[in-house]
């Protein structure tokens, strides 16, 4: 038989543990990832949205002379990375790649360069607030690059989330 002292003492001790648990779900356990769009300068995050592998991602730009668009394809690697898949431009001409080693095709007036499979960790911008458009997060526009300060330099990484009650979640 437990003395009443043994009883509060193991009681005291698991509802430690129990806290311990909690605290370290709520606040320290990996809880997915997330796309982050990081300033730079202001050391601010300016967007932020979970993400997982085989999501895809499109980035829409102007080219800021010829003033035509231009769409970027990517997709989320296993390792956090993101895979250049496809570029499509509406023409060739200065600054755009008139001939890489890549399938290329015309379609609905855009010109597609297709399995590039470059990688990149992450991105750095300097934006623009003419230039730089959207983001697309599997089809769905998820970001304006035109609500930053012209020549914002923005980070776009994906980032391990600690703590399921951080606010982002997975």
Request: aromatic letters at 14%; hydrophobic letters at 45%; glycine letters at 8%.
């Amino acid at each position: 038989m437990m003395r009443k002292s043994q009883r509060v003492l193991l009681t005291g001790a698991l509802v430690l543990a129990v806290l311990g648990a909690f605290a370290w779900w709520a606040f320290f356990a990996p809880a997915g990832k997330a796309f982050r769009l990081y300033d730079r300068e202001r050391e601010t995050v300016v967007f932020s949205v979970p993400i997982h592998v085989g999501d895809k991602l499109r980035l829409e730009i102007e080219h800021s002379f010829e003033h035509i668009p231009w769409y970027e394809f990517y997709t989320v690697r296993e390792d956090g990375a993101f895979n250049l898949d496809a570029i499509a431009v509406a023409g060739y001409g200065a600054g755009i790649p008139a001939e890489m080693d890549v399938p290329t095709r015309v379609e609905d007036g855009l010109v597609w360069m297709e399995n590039i499979n470059s990688v990149f960790p992450y991105f750095s911008w300097i934006t623009s607030a003419t230039y730089m458009k959207g983001l697309t997060l599997n089809g769905e526009e998820v970001f304006d690059f035109r609500t930053l300060p012209d020549a914002s330099r923005i980070r776009g990484e994906i980032i391990t989330v600690r703590g399921n009650l951080t606010g982002v979640r997975s």
